[in-house]
């Protein structure tokens, strides 16, 4: 078992910058792959970044390459995601989660999901 709590949301000026913190608790979670997905209202869930169990793997969507950053650290059983360059369609509430596999960009690949963090950028 996985329980994950996502922080640092909150609300940015476009161009801005954020840091969203994801903390897990478990014994396995060294093992977990991770994600952050993001889901703005009328939209489906869409993967932002994911890495893997180790660290060496990463994965970004085309629309945050190069603005977004993904890490983990295995000690302090966190995944950040460092958000740079921010603009008003990033938008969304962001979730954390874990799966078995990975770095996987469908939702479906993980079995533990945090509550969610708002992050919302002003034009």
């Known amino acids: 078992q996985v329980q994950l709590v996502e922080s640092g949301g909150g609300l940015v000026q476009a161009g801005g910058s954020l840091r969203l913190s994801c903390a897990a608790s478990?014994?396995?979670?060294?093992?977990?792959?991770m994600g952050w997905f993001r889901q703005a209202p009328g939209k489906e869930r869409e993967l932002v970044a994911a890495?893997?169990?180790?660290?060496?793997?990463?994965r970004y969507a085309n629309f945050v390459k190069g603005r977004f950053t993904i890490s983990r650290d295995t000690a302090k059983k966190t995944v950040d995601l460092q958000m740079n360059s921010l603009k008003p369609e990033d938008t969304a509430e962001y979730y954390c989660?874990?799966?078995?596999?990975?770095?996987?960009?469908?939702?479906?690949?993980?079995?533990?999901w945090g509550q969610g963090t708002q992050v919302t950028v002003s034009s």
């Open positions: 989660a874990a799966g078995p596999t990975g770095p996987a960009v469908v939702s479906s690949s993980y079995d533990y």
């Open positions: 478990g014994r396995t979670f060294s093992g977990y792959a």
């Open positions: 890495i893997s169990w180790s660290g060496g793997t990463t």
